[in-house]
């Protein structure tokens, strides 16, 4: 069974608000520490496989920043917050870093129909679901990024919503991108949050690095799966970002200022 209700969502949300001790006021950083949350793809050694790695394991070489890689594999915005990853990111971030929020890969499927813990309930808004494993209420991926973009805008961070990375694209034989509908909700929830919160469309620059590639090249990248990419895929998803970034694919970030100057350009 399916909700849709407003007021229900608004109360979880105060319910998770996190409150910000008073501190005293901290002397300005040369530049930000940047908090990555998401999922294998992002984080270090990738799926754990002795073969991938993670694109957060790269973007520090193409910024000027301190990179806190806090990816953990198997995770969707759903289970990362149910753990309370967000809760601890939260608990460490500083006024002016930056946290970049992307997940999408183990989002999908319906919590009502044999629940793995991870899928979101189908909806852009205020839709809940009931796990059919647990019987606990199920929100929409919109929804728990929202809410843990909110816990570090509470406490004077930014916050950029990146768009998963794509699987292979040319598995096929063929050049194929069709975006999965969590890449459009990271601008919904990013359009719902407004100030202090950007999108970058990853999964686009990535796409546009892999049409550039070609067939042979793009499936080189991924030695066991479609997608999971080796340390050389995970560096170009890296650079993709940081080229995103750099060239204001999705308009100025928080992250704008702080790219190495000439990064590399691969798409």
């Given at each position: 069974m399916?909700?849709?209700?407003?007021?229900?969502?608004?109360?979880?949300?105060?319910?998770?608000?996190v409150?910000?001790?008073t501190?005293?006021e901290?002397?300005?950083?040369?530049?930000?520490?940047?908090?990555l949350?998401?999922?294998?793809?992002?984080a270090k050694?990738?799926?754990?496989?002795?073969?991938?790695?993670g694109w957060?394991?790269?973007f520090?070489?193409y910024s000027t920043?301190?990179?806190?890689?806090?990816?953990?594999?198997?995770r969707?915005a759903?289970s990362?917050?149910n753990?309370g990853?967000?809760s601890?990111v939260?608990?460490?971030?500083?006024?002016?870093?930056?946290?970049?929020?992307?997940f999408g890969?183990?989002?999908?499927g319906s919590?009502?129909?044999?629940d793995n813990?991870?899928?979101?309930?189908?909806?852009?808004g205020t839709?809940t679901?009931?796990?059919?494993?647990?019987?606990e209420?199920v929100?929409t991926?919109?929804f728990?990024?929202i809410q843990?973009a909110k816990?570090?805008t509470?406490?004077?961070?930014?916050?950029i919503?990146?768009?998963?990375?794509?699987?292979?694209?040319?598995?096929?034989g063929?050049?194929?991108s069709?975006?999965?509908r969590f890449?459009?909700?990271?601008l919904?929830?990013?359009?719902?949050?407004?100030?202090?919160?950007?999108?970058?469309?990853?999964?686009?620059?990535v796409?546009?690095?892999?049409?550039k590639?070609?067939n042979?090249?793009?499936n080189?990248l991924?030695p066991?799966?479609h997608?999971?990419t080796?340390?050389?895929?995970?560096?170009l998803?890296?650079?993709?970002?940081?080229?995103a970034?750099?060239?204001?694919?999705n308009?100025t970030?928080?992250?704008?200022?702080?790219i190495?100057?000439?990064?590399p350009?691969?798409?």
């Amino acid at each position: 069974m399916r909700f849709s209700s407003l007021s229900t969502v608004l109360a979880l949300g105060a319910l998770n608000a996190v409150a910000s001790p008073t501190r005293p006021e901290l002397a300005p950083r040369a530049t930000p520490t940047v908090y990555l949350c998401g999922d294998s793809t992002m984080a270090k050694n990738g799926a754990n496989d002795g073969d991938t790695d993670g694109w957060g394991q790269y973007f520090g070489t193409y910024s000027t920043v301190s990179v806190v890689n806090k990816a953990i594999g198997g995770r969707s915005a759903r289970s990362y917050w149910n753990e309370g990853r967000f809760s601890d990111v939260a608990s460490v971030v500083q006024s002016g870093d930056i946290v970049v929020i992307e997940f999408g890969h183990n989002d999908g499927g319906s919590p009502e129909s044999n629940d793995n813990g991870r899928s979101d309930c189908p909806g852009a808004g205020t839709e809940t679901c009931i796990s059919d494993s647990t019987g606990e209420t199920v929100y929409t991926f919109v929804f728990y990024v929202i809410q843990a973009a909110k816990l570090m805008t509470a406490k004077g961070a930014t916050v950029i919503l990146s768009s998963q990375t794509p699987n292979n694209l040319w598995e096929t034989g063929s050049f194929s991108s069709a975006p999965p509908r969590f890449v459009g909700y990271q601008l919904t929830a990013q359009k719902a949050l407004g100030t202090g919160v950007y999108f970058v469309d990853h999964y686009q620059a990535v796409a546009n690095t892999y049409q550039k590639l070609g067939n042979s090249a793009t499936n080189a990248l991924y030695p066991n799966d479609h997608t999971h990419t080796s340390p050389e895929g995970a560096s170009l998803s890296a650079q993709a970002f940081t080229q995103a970034i750099y060239q204001k694919l999705n308009g100025t970030t928080s992250l704008s200022d702080y790219i190495v100057s000439n990064p590399p350009t691969v798409y």
